[in-house]
T-cell receptor, first 115, second 118 residues
């Protein structure tokens, strides 16, 4: 167990709806990264949050947005859901120390199905 | 942009034997980290081993070791004394060093499904 938790574990939505996924980082970590993993593929980086601000973004449209809270937990919000958004969403927490981001530890993921 | 390639979609090994998973990467960076993660059917992505590019010595973690060839941009994982619990999808990943201002991200390969047979 990494100490990173995510909720919910599973979610079913319909096209056009909005969804919020949550992540609690490992104790002592100050950075949260989100990844999307489509079936049979490697995870793709969505964005990263550090000091409550977005600190790097992958090739995802603006309808993917996020937040980081003072306790370092984070939310991923997806608006106007599309069928292709069906995937496993992984959260990873890590520590930035001395200007370097250390190893990322993953939560169990949220499986999102868009119908 | 960095790319990571795993050329073996599937591999199998007998319990107690040794298996090597291959990974190559492409980058213009000089300072970076390489990782192997495993993802069992439970979906949890678990860190197996980490290698800093500036270290010439290959990383080892119990039964897991790597062969890091920086000039060849190759990073293979050797699993010794394979166990049934090693059955999982294995991902090779790259991360540029220095994350505070650049947003260090993991770039993953497509994965290798390893099956350990009894």
């Amino acid at each position: 167990e990494t100490g990173v938790t995510q909720s919910p574990t599973h979610l079913i939505k319909t096209r056009g709806q909005q969804v919020t996924l949550r992540c609690s980082s490992q104790s002592g970590h100050n950075t949260v990264s989100w990844y999307q993993q489509a079936l049979g593929q490697g995870p793709q980086f969505i964005f990263q949050y550090y000091r409550e601000e977005e600190n790097g973004r992958g090739n995802f449209p603006p309808r993917f947005s996020g937040l980081q809270f003072p306790n370092y937990s984070s939310e991923l919000n997806v608006n106007a859901l599309e069928l292709d958004d069906s995937a496993l969403y992984l959260c990873a927490s890590s520590l930035v120390r001395g200007g370097h981001l250390e190893t990322q530890y993953f939560g169990p993921g949220t499986r999102l199905l868009v119908l | 942009a960095q790319t990571v390639t795993q050329s073996q979609p599937e591999m199998s090994v007998q319990e107690a034997e040794t298996v090597t998973l291959s990974c190559t990467y492409d980058t213009s960076e000089n300072n970076y980290y390489l990782f192997w993660y495993k993802q069992p059917p439970s979906r949890q992505m678990i860190l197996v081993i980490r290698q800093e590019a500036y270290k010439q010595q290959n990383a080892t973690e119990n039964r897991f070791s790597v062969n890091f060839q920086k000039a060849a941009k190759s990073f293979s994982l050797k699993i010794s004394d394979s166990q049934l619990g090693d059955t999982a999808m294995y991902f090779c990943a790259f991360m540029k060093a220095g994350g505070e201002t650049s947003g260090s991200r993991l770039t993953f390969g497509e994965g290798t499904q390893l099956t350990v047979n009894p």
